[in-house]
């Protein structure tokens, strides 16, 4: 039982946590037993015990209490195994100062059954004040820890100046935009966290555009939509996350559309991020999309080598590593596409030295990025999927994108739909905004089209097994 729970847990972790992260903290985890909600877990030492509570412990309660209810608690036995020592029971060991709770011979309980954070709101606290709002900022993302490069520069600099006068500039709205793994979210993050801290009476709130689209639909249901604009009308400073998440959500966009014109209209500051900039935005309302080109958009790009070793010297530092310029070279060198990457490559090193009691050095360098990039398939994006699909059917993206009904062009639409919806975690309305500006339905449509074929034309599967070698080599 307590084996089927756990995993149950890590089916819902793995697909909220990068790769790197799931293999590096997860993994190496045992489920001892389960008794009355309780929960015990085998962890290889304190320092892996504490990561957890610092970085993970939100999404395992969140996953161990939907499993065994809200009373749910988790325990640690931390069980350290030097191959020189004959006890196999737990050593006995003490945390940090900071940390009250000792690890002896017995497990470390943590209940699960604190509220959860969340957003106060006009729904059900009458007479709300705007300071009773959460900002949902990490102080971590803060402008101090965000490394200045010539991929960010401009982004940067336009978020002091936004900072020092929200509201007050001609960036309203700043949309930062790039590709994942870029800092987005942590320079979005430090604006209002820098906001907060020069005007603080100012009313700062960061909102993932998912959470935003799932705050609507119940206030919907609950029939309390004025109050869900009521409530974002009261911001001074409204930080929207992944904004192209919006796509093809028609209902959303024209609240989100009404919010954005009263916020701006009342001198109010508006920052988003996006994956891509206004002009390449699909599912996308047009009045929206010229609201978005009112201010400044601001990319962040691929860091340069200069830059990567920057961002790898401040974690270390920051987290009292050390650390020999060799080995920071060399995964500068090696790990090159986005900073959370970076990262993930860094904390993997640490945590593969300290559960193998091994010194950092290029050798263990050389193992550990040999095993990442062996083991880190490639993302494939919408976008991807499209070009690889046209160039296989050896046709334009733009006849892709046209409302043609060639039945060449139709089929090809149909296949790139298929892959979007197997390969990528997109909604199925932000698919079909991407291909074709079509809605969800007609994506449900053309994956039940695709299979159907697949079961009857041994061609076209073949022609599926093609492609999908092409888009996962």
């Known amino acids: 039982m307590h084996r089927e729970v756990w995993n149950n847990c890590l089916n819902v972790i793995k697909d909220n946590v ?19 909600n309780i929960l015990t877990i085998q962890v290889p ?21 939907k499993e065994l209810g809200y009373d749910a608690k988790l325990e640690y036995s931390v069980v350290m195994d030097y191959s020189t020592a004959s006890r196999k029971d737990p050593l006995t060991v003490k945390l940090p100062a900071n940390n009250q709770r000792e690890l002896k011979n017995r497990p470390v309980s943590v209940p699960l059954n604190t509220d959860e954070k969340s957003i106060k709101n006009p729904f059900i606290i009458p007479g709300l004040k705007k300071l009773d709002i959460d900002p949902r900022l990490n102080p971590e993302n803060s402008f101090a820890n965000y490394v200045e490069g010539e991929c960010n520069r401009l982004a940067r600099s336009a978020g002091i100046a936004v ?10 709205p700043l949309l930062i935009y790039g590709d994942s793994g870029l800092g987005k979210t942590h320079l979005a993050q430090a604006i209002g966290i820098e906001v907060k801290e020069k005007f603080p009476d100012k009313t700062v709130l960061y909102v ?19 109050d869900f604009l009521h409530f974002y009308q009261m911001i001074d400073v409204l930080i929207i996350d992944d904004v192209h998440e919006f796509a093809g959500k028609e209902k959303t966009q024209d609240t989100f ?3 954005f014109n009263h916020l701006h209209q009342s001198g109010k500051q508006l920052v988003l991020t996006s994956d891509k900039p206004p002009v390449e935005l699909q599912g996308m309302e047009q009045r929206l999309l010229s609201r978005f080109k009112w201010g400044l958009s601001a990319d962040l790009q691929i860091p340069d080598f200069e830059t990567r070793i920057a961002i790898l010297k401040q974690k270390i530092y920051k987290d009292g590593i050390e650390m020999s310029d060799e080995v920071i070279e060399y995964i500068s060198t090696h790990i090159t596409d986005n900073i959370r990457e970076l990262e993930g490559a860094l904390i993997s090193l640490l945590a593969q030295s300290t559960l193998n009691r091994k010194d950092i050095n290029l050798d263990l360098a050389r193992e550990m990025i040999e095993k990442l990039i062996k083991n880190t398939k490639r993302e494939v994006s919408i976008d991807y999927i499209q070009k690889v699909v046209c160039s296989y059917y050896d046709i334009g993206v733009e006849m892709l994108q046209s409302k043609t009904r060639k039945r060449e062009i139709v089929q090809a639409r149909q296949v790139a739909m298929y892959f ?32 159907n074929l697949m079961d009857t034309d041994k061609q076209f599967k073949n022609q599926i097994d093609d492609i999908e070698k092409k888009l996962k080599f």
């Open 163 to 172: 900072a020092n006068n929200p509201g007050g500039t001609a960036f309203n």
């Open 257 to 259: 559309f009404h919010i």
């Open 420 to 451: 979007s919806k197997s390969l990528t975690k997109s909604s199925l309305a932000t698919i079909g905004a991407q291909i074709g500006g079509k809605d969800h339905a007609t994506v449900l449509h053309a994956c039940k089209t695709v299979n």
């Open 18 to 36: 990068p790769s790197i992260s799931f293999r590096t903290w997860f993994e190496p985890i045992v489920p001892l037993k389960l008794e009355k």
């Open 45 to 65: 030492s304190p320092f892996f015990y504490e990561y957890l509570e610092e970085k993970y412990i939100e999404i395992i309660s969140k996953t161990l209490r």
């Open 208 to 226: 993932n555009a998912n959470k935003f689209q799932t705050q609507f639909v119940e206030s919907i249901r609950n029939n309390n939509k004025n």
